[in-house]
């Protein structure tokens, strides 16, 4: 049986290989691109096969990371998977995290975990409610979706998708104080509900 997704007028292959975002040390290799659709007027050699590869020399991913929307509103809803990758249960490098974090190896999973939500979430023509188990590699997740801060300086995160454009706000003073802040983008609040992990037909 072949499978093929059709993406931007191109024909892609998934070949078990684990995702990986923009920009990190090993390449994505969820996919890989076999025929790209030529344009109006052009040779038809162009639209031939254009890269060839051995799907066993791929390390292949062994868990699936998916975003899955559903109406908290109602009693019983079908879930909507909104996004899903093959990932390797061991973090990826990034050389830019590499780079400036000493002993960058314990933060590749909450880094990477930024970066693959940053990538959906900006996206989305709208965020306002995130649900996420308490997964360690979503410990960043977390904190910035709570108003705190992360043990990552402000212009590596500038340099993932959605994360740097979070702005929070201080809660009203209260007699008990709270450690956290409203946080917003492009003036809407965005919000974290604590979860745990569950199957498909346990949200029904």
Known sequence: MVFSWIYLDSLLFPTGGAHRPLHFMEPDQSLFLLRKKPQQDAPEHDAEVTRQF????????????????????????MPLEIAAFPVLSAASKDDRLERFVPKAKNLRGKWETL???????????SVKYIIAD?????????????GQKISLADDLLQEL???GKLVAEDLPLVCIPLP???VRMDGESIHFIPGQVVKYHEIC
């Open 54 to 77: 051995n799907t066993k020399d791929i390390r292949k991913a062994n868990e699936m990371e998916s975003f899955l929307l559903w109406d908290a509103t109602r009693g019983c809803t």
């Open 115 to 125: 970066a693959r939500c940053g990538l959906v979430f900006s996206n989305a023509e």
């Open 134 to 146: 308490g997964h360690g590699s979503h410990l960043w997740l977390r904190q910035l979706l709570l």
């Open 161 to 163: 998708p959605f994360w």
């Open 180 to 182: 956290w802040r409203i």
